[in-house]
């Protein structure tokens, strides 16, 4: 786990509580880094991967995906390889999903502190968060669903926000609000259908939304 404390902005007296964003297709748009990165394993082993399969399912942890194309015994070596492509191939293509550097502003602006809990490796995690420049206090890589619960809990998070319904799971592990938003593989329907307390369609609605949760 990487502390990102940043004295840089303060906060306000009183500020007692976190809120928690997911990172891929959440604060990150890595649609185009994990499919270059696929694409230079298929291009290394030769096994065929459908790439835009790849990106629509993004979400679960890198063996899960890895499971459709290649058999069990080799899963450990293509993560190994996936994790080694990553730094060069993936990050020079990964960009700030729409409003995330406002959302994290948001959170500040009300006093609270930004925990980033992702199923992404904690290497990769905070590389992306470093390449993109957010501004977070912790950043907790390699959980994914309802084991993302612990971190968020001991991090005080009282929201968390995600575009995958594993992280409506994550948000109900740790007794927090499920904000979801739609720019993820899941829709605003199938959200609202899994259970999440808020849908919004991108970052660009969270802002607004805060204010009122901060408030309560």
Do not use: C
Not at 77 to 100: C, I, K, S
Not at 135 to 152: E, H, I
Not at 208 to 215: D, E, H, K, V, Y
Request: aromatic share 8%; glycine share 10%.
């Amino acid at each position: 786990m990487l502390d990102l404390d940043s004295p840089k902005i303060p906060r306000p007296d009183g500020a007692d509580f976190s809120v928690g964003f997911d990172l891929d297709l959440t604060l990150a748009d890595t649609r185009a880094a994990i499919g270059a990165v696929y694409a230079a394993i298929a291009a290394e082993t030769g096994v065929p991967i459908d790439i835009d399969a790849v990106v629509r399912r993004l979400g679960p942890p890198l063996e899960v995906e890895l499971a459709y194309w290649f058999p069990p015994e080799r899963i450990p070596a293509m993560a190994e390889l996936y994790r080694a492509l990553y730094p060069d191939v993936a990050l020079p293509v990964t960009e700030a999903m729409p409003g995330a550097v406002a959302a994290l502003e948001a959170v500040r602006a009300v006093g609270g502190r930004v925990v980033v809990v992702s199923g992404k490796n904690q290497r990769d995690t905070e590389r992306t968060v470093r390449f993109l420049g957010l501004d977070v206090d912790t950043v907790v890589g390699g959980l994914f669903g309802a084991d993302k619960g612990a971190a968020l809990r001991e991090h005080g998070a009282r929201a968390y926000i995600g575009d995958h319904i594993g992280d409506v799971d994550a948000a109900r592990a740790a007794s927090a609000v499920a904000v979801a938003v739609a720019t993820g593989a899941f829709d605003s329907a199938a959200l609202t259908a899994y259970g999440a307390d808020v849908v919004l369609p991108d970052l660009n609605a969270f802002p607004g939304w805060l204010t009122g949760f901060a408030a309560v």
